[in-house]
């Protein structure tokens, strides 16, 4: 039936599109076979490989959403679809942190946090949103749980979805105040920029689809669909377009993005080599330590105990480090008083 009316039956609401599926599944896994191709072409899998698995997510997703078309009342497909679509995001997140923490390694000096504790802070937070999305979506979308399991698997999709723009506005906080030191300082090469302007814009892209989402869901958590009238349902839930254009399409451009613009081709692959002060040696230096234990990194990632007992929380190895120092006798960014340094690719550059 036409689109934005009830259809009998349906667990969607409407009749699904049975041609939209098909078509983002093939998208979807041709920058799947991109992002894999990448990953071993750059030889970083421990980075990017994230970027595979969530693309996988999404052409399982939507060829379990093609099925459902078919059969829109099956609702095993229905909550596997549903769960699928929407632990995919979060994990585009997670290779952006990925991301984030290899530039921090590659300008140590700028980052305002230890780079490694990016990846396990945000790391860990972003799986708290996979378990509430994981959990939330199929509590909700299985309508034979009884009420009060439905009622919590609501309250976890909210949880999930509110916690998910929390953590995205820190981490576009956190890239940008790097960035504007970088900047300050007149060390911003194109290869940093690149990256860190890649970053904004997959992390616009996920943001609006998690907007749409949280707008989407909180018009509609509190509805009884067993005695309300379909006419005053949002717009948002009545019309599938505003899935294909906010969730597929906005997604399948990131994945596109991050095929286009691999943070990889601009990065080290090996997190022990910086940029030094010069702007232009690349150094293999001794990496960036934190000697404190596990459990005290990833509940205080800034060290602010560190710093309110006046301790340093690591070495500044690129001031102890000789290679690729600038000479201490010329405060200059000419690359001429450059100590000699080992380059990317083993070169010695100075």
């Given at each position: 039936m036409e689109n934005g009316?009830?259809?009998?039956?349906?667990?969607w609401f409407y009749a699904p599109n049975k041609g939209a599926p098909v078509v983002f599944a093939f998208l979807f896994g041709a920058s799947m076979f991109i992002h894999a191709y990448q990953c071993h072409r750059y030889k970083c899998w421990k980075v990017t490989g994230t970027l595979v698995f969530s693309a996988l997510l999404f052409v399982v997703g939507y060829i379990l959403r093609e099925v459902g078309a078919f059969n829109f009342g099956n609702i095993d497909v229905f909550i596997s679809s549903l769960v699928l679509i929407y632990a995919a995001p979060p994990i585009y997140e997670l290779s952006n942190y990925f991301i984030l923490s290899r530039v921090l390694y590659y300008v140590p000096y700028y980052s305002p946090i230890h780079p490694g504790r990016v990846l396990t802070t945000f790391g860990a937070m972003s799986m708290i949103v996979e378990a509430l999305n994981g959990n939330g979506a199929a509590y909700v979308a299985n309508t034979s749980l009884p009420?009060?399991?439905?009622?919590?698997?609501?309250a976890l999709l909210k949880s999930a979805l509110i916690l998910q723009l929390v953590i995205l506005g820190l981490f576009v906080t956190l890239a940008s105040y790097f960035h504007r030191k970088c900047k300050r300082a007149g060390l911003l090469p194109k290869n940093l920029n690149a990256v860190l302007i890649t970053l904004y814009?997959?992390?616009?892209?996920?943001g609006t689809r998690t907007i749409y989402r949280t707008v989407e869901y909180f018009s509609t958590a509190s509805l009884n669909f067993s005695n309300v009238d379909p006419a005053t349902i949002t717009p948002i839930m009545r019309y599938e377009w505003f899935f294909w254009v906010f969730e597929a399409t906005l997604m399948v451009i990131n994945s596109f993005?991050?095929?286009?613009r691999h943070p990889m081709?601009?990065?080290?692959?090996?997190n022990t080599i910086y940029l030094a002060e010069d702007g232009v040696t690349e150094v293999a230096g001794p990496g960036y330590l934190d000697s404190r234990k596990w459990?005290?990194?990833?509940?205080d990632p800034f060290d602010i105990v560190g710093m309110a007992q006046g301790k340093n929380m690591n070495k500044k190895f690129w001031e102890t480090h000789d290679a690729g120092r600038i000479s201490s006798l010329d405060n200059s960014k000419d690359p001429s008083h450059v100590e000699m340094g080992t380059s990317r690719n083993g070169h010695i550059r100075g």
């Open positions: 009316k009830y259809v009998d039956g349906s667990l009420k009060s399991r439905q009622d919590t698997g609501k814009i997959s992390s616009a892209l996920i993005l991050l095929n286009a081709r601009y990065l080290p692959r090996d459990y005290l990194t990833f509940f």
